[in-house]
């Protein structure tokens, strides 16, 4: 029949597939991720982990997906508030172990695999930023800030200082401090747009 492809997912095994990669991560580290480990954790075969994954980063993408979701963005009605929430869903997905166990590794394979950064990007974090494009649009349909030229900028605003502490924890601790600053800097980013 025209348009079927194939079997429908199982969500069951996407769910089986993601459990498994976190109990290595957080048994053993991002580097004992592996299709092999993964596959008879989660009680599959490696053609079901390649039809989903083809890397341990993939894998690891697809946990980060699934735990953290790609609409992070509150809708309190009212923009600072907004993205104070959003700040202190951010510093507990810093914290998070799944996070703390993975982060690095993850960034590190981004070196090694080209590919690794753009299926991150794609399926993690433009649907993320988008969240917060889409934050920004109901500020500007409240006509508390008029339309921002660069929401991707006021992304970066909000999560590269706690990504910086993230990896570099003697920098300082993402801490009640620097959520106020950052959406500060937000704030003044979508200020000057008028």
């Known amino acids: 029949m025209p348009g079927l492809r194939g079997r429908p997912r199982d969500n069951a095994l996407d769910t089986a597939i993601t459990d498994a990669t976190a109990s290595v991560l957080l048994s ?36 980060l997906v699934s735990r953290f979701g790609s609409n992070p963005a509150p809708n309190s009605g009212q923009l600072r508030r907004d993205l104070l929430l959003l700040q202190q869903l951010q510093r507990e997905f810093f914290a998070h172990p799944v996070i703390t166990a993975g982060l690095a590794g993850l960034l590190s394979d981004f070196i090694t695999d080209d590919n690794l950064g753009t299926v ?38 909000l999560t590269g200082p706690l990504l910086l502490r993230a990896v570099l924890p003697t920098v300082g601790p993402i801490d009640d401090t620097l959520l106020t600053a950052t959406v500060e800097a937000a704030l003044n980013a979508c200020a000057a747009a008028r």
């Open 120 to 157: 991150f990007y794609e399926r993690f974090m433009a649907p993320r930023r988008r969240s917060v494009e889409a934050m920004l649009a109901r500020a500007v349909d409240r006509g508390e800030i008029a339309p921002v030229e660069h929401p991707d900028i006021v992304s970066d605003l």
């Open 28 to 63: 053993d580290g991002y580097a004992a991720v592996n299709i092999d480990r993964v596959a008879k954790l989660a009680g599959t075969t490696r053609a079901a982990i390649y039809r989903r994954a083809k890397t341990r980063g993939e894998l690891v993408v697809a946990l």
